[in-house]
C-alpha cells in the first residue's frame, strides 16, 4: 500500500487472504503511528513498513501480486511518476492488479473547472491534496491500462482498477 499512512486502511484487509502486506510512506510519523496499529491488531509478521517515495519506490520490477493506493496521489506531488513506479512493481503478464481510490477531476466540465479555481486553496489548507488532478488521464501516460473505473460524488471520487501495459 503506497501513502499507508496511519494504518488506517489495515482494518480492511483480509489477512487469511493476504499473505504479506508492504506499506510505503514517505513520512516517519505516520510509519510510527501504522506500527502502533500494526501491533495493537497483532498484525506483526504480517505487515513491513518501509520509508520510501512513492516516484521512487526501493522495490524489484514486478515484486508486487498488488498495489493499493488510496487517497494518496492527490498529495504526491508528480502522481505520473508514482504510477509509473505502480507500472514498475506489479508483476507482468496479466498477474498484477493495481487498485485506486482517489479524489480526481470531475468528468462534469463545470465542477472541474471549479475545482481548478479552488485547488490552490485546498491544496494549502488540505495538507497538499490537489482534487483537480486527472488521475485517470496520467494512469494512461504511465505505462499502466485503466482496467475499470467507477466515479462517485459528482466524478470527484474514482475506483479505479488498473494493470501495467506490457501484460505478455
Known sequence: EIGI???????????AKVSELT????SQGMLDKSLERVQAGGLDGKVRL?????????????AFDT????????VIPDA???????ARVLKKGGKGKGYLVEHIA???????????????????????????KDIPSAVGKSGLQLMDIDRRVGGT????????????
Do not use: H, W
Open 5 to 15: 499512512g496511519t494504518g488506517i486502511n489495515l482494518d480492511l484487509y483480509d489477512f
Open 23 to 26: 506499506g510505503l510512506d514517505i
Open 50 to 62: 518501509v520509508r520510501g517515495d512513492a516516484a521512487n519506490l526501493p522495490f524489484e520490477d514486478g
Open 67 to 74: 498495489v493499493v493506493v488510496t487517497y494518496a496521489l492527490c
Open 80 to 86: 505520473e511518476a508514482s504510477l509509473r513506479e505502480v
Open 106 to 132: 470531475s468528468d462534469f466540465k463545470p465542477l472541474a473547472s471549479y475545482q481548478s479555481f479552488i485547488s490552490p486553496f485546498i491544496a494549502t489548507f488540505g495538507k497538499g491534496c490537489d482534487p483537480s
Open 157 to 168: 471520487v474514482a475506483f479505479m482498477q488498473v494493470q501495467p501495459d506490457n501484460i505478455g
